[in-house]
DNA sequence: TTTCTGACA
DNA sequence: TGTCAGGA
């Protein structure tokens, strides 16, 4: 299982085959590394590199953007992703006490249900919200 | 040919 | 986000 995830993070796809895989433009796909949405590896030539997980990501990007999710919001999205992960990992160390526990479920409860301030929320407010 | 960075009638 | 320039 170890081999597999190897596998997936080589970055061996030009920019020229991901636009094909996830119909996004090289603009698009190139300001979203600036936007640190993705970190394609760059070859001899400065080239971007990209890899299966890179390829996930930026159709997750794609999705999102068709839910009418703005830059803002999917920044959002991945910047708590790595708290949480970072937060869990520091979970291990030291486990959460209920007061701890509480008040993450009320943050996961406010944030999936949109009741939170709206300048905590950013997500555009279209049709699908 | 393909991709890169920077810039904006 | 599109698109053009000018170089690699």
């Given at each position: 299982m170890k081999e597999k995830e190897l596998r997936r993070s080589l970055?061996?796809?030009p920019i020229g085959t991901v636009?094909?895989?996830t119909n996004l433009t090289a603009r698009q796909i190139r300001y979203y590394e600036e936007q640190?949405?993705?970190k394609p590896e760059r070859n001899e030539g400065n080239?971007?590199?990209y890899s299966l997980n890179d390829i996930d990501r930026l159709l997750e990007i794609r999705d999102y953007l068709d839910?009418?999710?703005n830059m803002a919001g999917i920044k959002h999205i991945y910047i708590e992703k790595e708290r949480k992960r970072a937060a869990k990992k520091a979970q291990l160390d030291k486990p959460l006490t209920d007061s701890d526990v509480r008040r993450i479920l009320r943050d996961e409860f406010i944030s999936v249900s949109?009741?939170?301030k709206?300048?905590?929320?950013?997500f555009k407010h279209n049709k699908n919200l």
């Open positions: 970055a061996v796809l636009m094909k895989l640190k949405l993705v080239r971007r590199m839910e009418g999710i949109g009741l939170g709206k300048e905590e929320f950013p």
